[in-house]
C-alpha cells in the first residue's frame, strides 16, 4: 500500500500561480509512475499531466501544456504540480494518483492503484 498527501491547492486570481506537492509514504515511491488528475464541479475526473517512474517521459493535457509542469523527487517520495498563468476553467479540485507499473505513464484513470484525498484549486477572474 502507499498512501499519498496532496497539498498546495488555494485560491488565486487568474494570471496567478500554485504549486502542489503530493507525498508518498508506504512501498516504493521511485518504482510508480505518477499523475495529477482534477475534477471539476459537474464534471468527469481528468487527466492533467503524468510521469513515468524515471521523469524521462511526461505526458500533458493539451489544456494545461505549456502553463503547468509535472516533476518528482524520488529521494523525497514526492510528485509537484507547477501550475502558471491560471484560469477560472482550472478550477477544480486536484488528485494526486500512482500506477505500480512505473515503466509507461497511463492516461486513464482505472490504470491508478492509489489515490490521494484531492486539494481545491480555485481560480478567481
Known amino acids: 500500500q502507499v498512501q499519498l498527501v496532496e497539498s498546495g491547492g488555494g485560491l488565486v486570481q487568474a494570471g496567478g500561480s500554485l504549486r502542489l506537492s503530493c507525498a508518498a509514504s508506504g512501498r516504493s515511491f521511485s518504482g510508480y509512475a505518477m499523475a495529477w488528475f482534477r475534477q471539476a464541479p459537474g464534471k468527469e475526473r481528468e487527466i492533467v499531466a503524468a510521469?513515468?517512474?524515471?521523469?524521462?517521459?511526461?505526458y500533458y493535457a493539451y489544456s494545461v501544456k505549456g502553463r503547468f509542469t509535472i516533476s518528482r523527487d524520488n529521494a523525497k517520495n514526492t510528485v509537484y504540480l507547477q501550475m502558471n498563468n491560471l484560469k477560472p476553467e482550472d478550477t477544480a479540485v486536484y488528485y494526486c494518483?500512482?500506477?505500480?507499473?512505473?515503466?509507461?505513464?497511463?492516461?486513464?484513470?482505472?490504470?491508478?492503484?492509489?489515490w490521494g484525498q484531492g486539494t481545491q484549486v480555485t481560480v478567481s477572474s
Open positions: 510521469i513515468t517512474r524515471s521523469g524521462a517521459n511526461i
Open positions: 494518483a500512482a500506477d505500480e507499473d512505473g515503466t509507461y505513464y497511463s492516461t486513464r484513470l482505472a490504470s491508478y492503484h492509489y
